[in-house]
């Protein structure tokens, strides 16, 4: 069971979520105590809470994400997405404690049966956590103890930003919790500390361990600038959470010349240059307990930071927090304010609502349970079995694409009766399985595989576990849908070639585009005849965030990852199969990973494409334009929502309202495959097809030669 929240409207709830398995990088732990971190809560709480219009306000990156789709893909699909984007339930929590029931093999330190404290996951009576932001705790500390490490360590990382040693001035701007922590931190470093807080009660807690504190009124903020002498101080560390911007203002005049401001909490920043520039200040952003979180390599591969490059990661933050508290150098136990069991869990946020309440740490206490499985019966419906072929779809993976756009799409084509459901964290699973009617949510990818009355496995999770399951599936004799690609590597591709030669499942990979009636239409304008063509396919994809997913390699890098679609494209417009691929790349960075290149095909025909990929222009004209030359027409696709097309003597112009990716169609394909009537072998092949093209242009841009179809398998 976890605690989660609604995007829409803040409402609490709790929600069965499914047994979770580690991954090889991760640990499971039953959790004994969690803490509420009040400030950081009580903000994902006001803004979840807020109206649409607040909501925007708040993310107007978000809007113009709302915008870009709506033009691109219309404002009926962009309403739906953002319904159900909308409908989600958000987990609640980051700081807790417990005993590890099971390790992934990747995990070194840590092992079965040990006390731990994590980081990152939620309020839930078993979580899974990253090995590389879980740490052991001593028999010394205490699990409600434990449950402050991670917050502990917010406030260490703040304080190693501030520079700040024996004898330094230290200002904590705001006593909520994690300002509680920073102060005894800075104390127990040596510095000087002083703390500032409109809260009488808040100040009172600190100064009982040693912290002078003042008002934060104009004439508190002069008395501590007069408690540095005048001088001001050497590190401020705003750790308040409001939406003005006046701790930063006020920070700023307080610091000495010179001085470090770190930012620790969640404040405005509009801010005044003068006393910036005049002391030439240092402003320094805290990212949470340090280095390695967000970095998907760290927390999701188990890569550590090398000791010598980055000496205090958040592990080792966690680490040295758990240290502090056991030689009680660090004193946490007086923080807790309140304590709730966890089945009392929404009692306890009432607390966050209450500007009367006096609380810090909120600590949730967990009764040891024996471990059974929580996967829950979204549409109990005992016994029931599947007669009609498009019955019995279970589903890995449920993300946005599968919720806004694959299963809907799957229940226009007629398939339904879905049974099995599961995602990696489950929470997504179990939004997306009420939704749409699923049976159940299961603790693993093999239970949907397994699962009896699942008769076809929709397959959409990230890029590198796509052959897996696919493989699996099509060995269990299930029919399977799979997103693109349908493997990241020549030897996963193999081995998914020869589970369909000894399945009875039908195999369908999302290559969707080549389904749209836009390119039915440009079939139908250029003929049946032999004439070759030219195609100009480009594709203006737009930057990824350095953190984004696509940029791990085992993803396989845009080419494999998206370039497959306009391969599998160009050969449907074509109508046969390239024999030569060649591949240019910006020749930046690592070359799996690159994100502009241009791939050229020959076909035996004499038909030409050519496909530009970038990522480093405007996106603004619009993501994907195709120019097709041939049989004496010239067509042009935008978007897939117009097609404009001169031929001799006539012009023929289509509008698709919503753009039109081929989506349905696609599953409606799908649905002709397993019921007998469509052409399912030859569609599976020219997946495999497609597949070995685009292994074939990473070959390409590898070696700077040309790459021969028959050449691309040795």
């Not at 917010?154 to 994690?178: D, M, Q, S």
Request: proline fraction near 4%.
């Amino acid at each position: 069971m976890r605690l989660v929240q609604s995007v829409r409207n803040g409402a609490l709830r709790f929600e069965q979520s499914t047994g979770p398995t580690p991954t090889s990088t991760q640990v499971l732990v039953e959790t004994r105590a969690s803490v509420i971190s009040g400030g950081t809560e009580k903000s994902i709480r006001e803004l979840a809470s807020a109206s649409l219009v607040a909501k925007a306000r708040s993310r107007p990156d978000l809007v113009k994400e709302v915008v870009r789709r709506a033009r691109d893909q219309g404002i009926r699909s962009t309403a739906k997405a953002v319904r159900g984007r909308l409908s989600e339930d958000m987990p609640l929590g980051y700081s807790a404690a417990g005993v590890v029931l099971d390790v992934g093999e990747a995990v070194s330190r840590i092992r079965s049966g040990q006390r731990v404290a994590t980081a990152g996951a939620p309020h839930a009576d078993f979580q899974l956590a990253a090995g590389n932001l879980t740490v052991t705790l001593p028999d010394s500390v205490s699990f409600d103890e434990g449950s402050f490490v991670t917050v502990g360590s917010i406030a260490l990382n703040g304080f190693r930003l501030a520079e700040a040693g024996p004898g330094a001035k230290v200002l904590v701007v705001g006593l909520g919790l994690v300002g509680q922590l920073a102060t005894r931190i800075a104390l127990a470093s040596g510095a000087d500390v002083a703390g500032i807080d409109l809260v009488p009660w808040k100040r009172e807690k600190a100064q009982a361990l040693g912290t002078d504190a003042f008002d934060a009124d104009t004439e508190g903020w002069a008395d501590a600038l007069g408690w540095t002498g005048g001088v001001g101080f050497d590190a401020v560390l705003v750790t308040a959470a409001s939406k003005s911007s006046e701790p930063m203002l006020r920070a700023a005049e307080v610091a000495r010349d010179q001085g470090i401001l770190v930012l620790v909490g969640d404040v405005g920043l509009e801010l005044d240059r003068r006393p910036l520039y005049e002391k030439q200040l240092t402003i320094r952003v805290a990212r949470s307990y340090g280095p390695g979180r967000y970095d998907p390599t760290y927390e999701d591969l188990g890569v550590d930071y090398p000791l010598g490059s980055i000496r205090w990661t958040a592990q080792r933050n966690m680490e040295v927090v758990v240290g502090l508290i056991a030689s009680q150098r660090l004193l946490v136990a007086d923080l807790i304010t309140h304590r709730f069991e966890f089945d009392r869990a929404l009692k306890a946020y009432e607390l966050l609502e209450d500007d009367a309440a006096q609380w810090l740490g909120i600590v949730l206490d967990y009764s040891p349970k024996d471990w059974v499985d929580e996967s829950p019966e979204l549409h109990p419906s005992p016994g029931r079995t599947y007669s009609e072929s498009l019955d019995g779809v279970g589903l890995i993976g449920a993300g946005r694409f599968a919720r806004d756009v694959l299963l809907p799409s799957a229940a226009a084509a007629g398939f339904g009766g879905w049974t099995a459901i599961n995602s990696a964290g489950g929470s997504s699973a179990a939004s997306v399985g009420k939704t749409f009617g699923f049976d159940r949510v299961v603790p693993t990818a093999a239970g949907v595989i397994d699962d009896p009355a699942t008769n076809t496995v929709f397959v959409a999770t990230r890029h590198d576990t796509h052959a897996s399951f696919a493989e699996q599936a099509l060995r269990a004799r299930k029919h399977v849908f799979c997103e693109k690609p349908l493997a990241t590597t020549e030897e996963e591709l193999e081995a998914v070639e020869l589970a369909y030669r000894g399945s009875s499942g039908a195999l369908m990979v999302g290559f969707n585009r080549r389904w749209s009636p836009a390119i039915a239409e440009t079939r139908a304008i250029l003929g049946p005849g032999d004439a070759p063509v030219q195609i100009l396919y480009r594709v203006n994809a737009g930057p990824l965030p350095d953190d984004h997913w696509l940029n791990d390699r085992r993803m396989g890098g845009r080419l494999i990852g998206e370039g497959c679609h306009f391969i599998d494209t160009c050969n449907a417009i074509v109508g046969e199969a390239p024999d030569s691929v060649s591949t240019i790349t910006s020749g930046r960075g690592e070359l799996i990973l690159d994100q502009n290149f241009t791939v050229t095909m020959g076909y035996p025909s004499g038909s030409q494409a050519v496909i530009v990929y970038a990522s480093s222009s405007s996106t603004r004209p619009g993501k994907e334009r195709a120019e097709i030359l041939g049989s004496g027409w010239s067509v042009l696709i935008e978007d897939y929502a117009t097609l404009v097309a001169h031929g001799p003597r006539k012009k023929i112009r289509r509008r698709y309202r919503p753009a039109d990716k081929g989506h349905r169609r696609e599953l409606e394909m799908f649905a002709e495959m397993i019921s007998g009537s469509g052409a399912a072998d030859s569609i599976a092949e020219s997946a495999f097809l497609t597949s070995r093209v685009a292994f074939a242009a990473i070959r390409s841009a590898m070696t700077g030669e040309v790459v021969h179809l028959s050449d691309a398998a040795t």
